[in-house]
């Protein structure tokens, strides 16, 4: 897989870089095409804020159920890019892009409808002094109908919503309190309790907040196993050079952002 600088913007094909900043995303060579519509297309998409640019320009062509990696230095806007992408911040007018065949910002409200966001703080955290079941059962109860009781699950009801997330690892139990999870099955607990909504694509920003090695490897499999039921992934982090040591045969495509400017700037 060959890595790249974005200095200007660039056109990414599979981690391939395919043209120069003003070429357009469909001036890629021949047998790069396909008729697969992408799951997100991007040209020239960037977002500004009071103090100057968040993040970009970037082009982005990620195929559908593939695991994708962002990197960036810290104020590079990694984690306002994934909130974009999943309908929930607004970018700069004449930034072009395309999530699940959904126009943004038009079309807004039904890529949030199909997506999901983990890791980003205030956004999806867990309250650490109750149950895994009553957090299972709170999440639950908002996507149901209004009319339907939901009962707090049990270890059977829990281990059927972890198992696809934690594989042959134990699964948390109902009567569990979330702060006895360690940061690892805290992290696939969020990611579990994010595909009841069915999301056909699911962003986690800051993977780096795993400080031990083996928990960063042990959701890289997960996310890795994920992707095989079709569901397309993007993950942010500060660099990519532990997923050469995963031992995959394909690694995710990797898009690297800008560094930010040397002087300040207000960065997310």
């Not at 695991?67 to 960036?72: F, K, S, W």
């Not at 694509?201 to 196993?225: F, K, M, N, P, Q």
């Not at 992934?233 to 800008?258: D, F, K, N, Y």
Request: a negative charge; proline letters at 6%.
């Amino acid at each position: 897989m060959d890595l790249f600088v974005m200095t200007g913007q660039f056109n990414y094909i599979g981690g391939v870089e395919r043209g120069s900043a003003v070429n357009t995303l469909t001036q890629v060579a021949p047998e790069a095409t396909t008729t697969t519509e992408l799951a997100i297309e991007a040209t020239a998409l960037q977002l500004d804020g009071r103090r100057g640019r968040i993040f970009g320009p970037v082009d982005l062509a990620i195929e559908p159920g593939t695991l994708n990696l962002i990197t960036g230095r810290a104020g590079s806007g990694k984690t306002s890019l994934l909130l974009t992408l999943v309908g929930r911040m607004k970018p700069n007018r004449g930034s072009k892009l395309t999530v699940l065949g959904r126009r943004l910002p038009a079309r807004a409200a039904g890529v949030q409808h199909r997506s999901a966001a983990v890791g980003i703080h205030g956004l999806d955290d867990l309250d650490e002094e109750v149950t895994i079941g009553a957090t299972v059962r709170e999440r639950e109860a908002w996507l149901a109908p209004w009319y339907k009781i939901v009962r707090t699950p049990d270890d059977r009801r829990i281990a059927e919503i972890c198992a696809p997330v934690f594989g042959d690892t134990p699964t948390p139990r109902a009567k569990q309190f979330v702060h006895e999870l360690d940061e690892a099955d805290n992290l696939l607990l969020r990611i579990a309790l994010a595909l009841l909504s069915e999301p056909e694509l699911l962003v986690i920003d800051d993977i780096d907040a795993l400080h031990d090695t083996d928990s960063r490897r042990r959701v890289w499999e997960a996310l890795h196993g994920l992707t095989d039921s079709g569901l397309t992934i993007l993950v942010s982090a500060a660099g990519a050079g532990e997923l050469s040591r995963l031992g995959w045969a394909v690694l995710p495509t990797h898009v690297r952002l800008p560094d930010p400017p040397t002087h300040p700037r207000a960065r997310r």
